[in-house]
Nanobody, 124 residues
Framework: QVQLVESGGGLVQPGGSLRLSCAASGRIDNIYTMAWYRQVPGKQRELVASITNIGSPNYADSVEGRFTISRDNARNTVALQMNSLKPEDTAVYYC??????????????????WGQGTQVTVSS
């Protein structure tokens, strides 16, 4: 199996910065797109940013120019640098990865994996 573990959430004042990190572990063969989503109570989970395995990023309009997604393929990690944070960025942030991993000596499977989530609160 594969696990995603997030870190870096917390409380920050408006205009401040936070950096989220996510590390994938397990018998990984390949990681395709990696992404960050966020969810507030009562609303659907929304895509914040994604990055392909060759490093092409994509951002939600609401975070374009403020957030930067990056990945390290050698370490199976993805990060989200969040600058100029606003109260409306408050949410639980989830790491997501499209992963192919070994289930046996030769057998592999591909699955969309979620992390456990990390709280980001932007408030004065």
């Amino acid at each position: 199996q594969v696990q995603l573990v997030e870190s870096g959430g917390g409380l920050v004042q408006p205009g401040g910065s936070l950096r989220l990190s996510c590390a994938a572990s397990g018998r990984i063969d390949n990681i395709y797109t990696m992404a960050w989503y966020r969810q507030v109570p009562g609303k659907q989970r929304e895509l914040v940013a994604s990055i392909t395995n060759i490093g092409s990023p994509n951002y939600a309009d609401s975070v374009e120019g403020r957030f930067t997604i990056s990945r390290d393929n050698a370490r199976n990690t993805v990060a989200l640098q969040m600058n100029s944070l606003k109260p409306e960025d408050t949410a639980v942030y989830y790491c997501n990865s499209d992963v192919r991993y070994y289930t046996g000596y030769f057998s592999r499977t591909r699955q969309n994996i979620w992390g456990q989530g990390t709280q980001v609160t932007v408030s004065s």
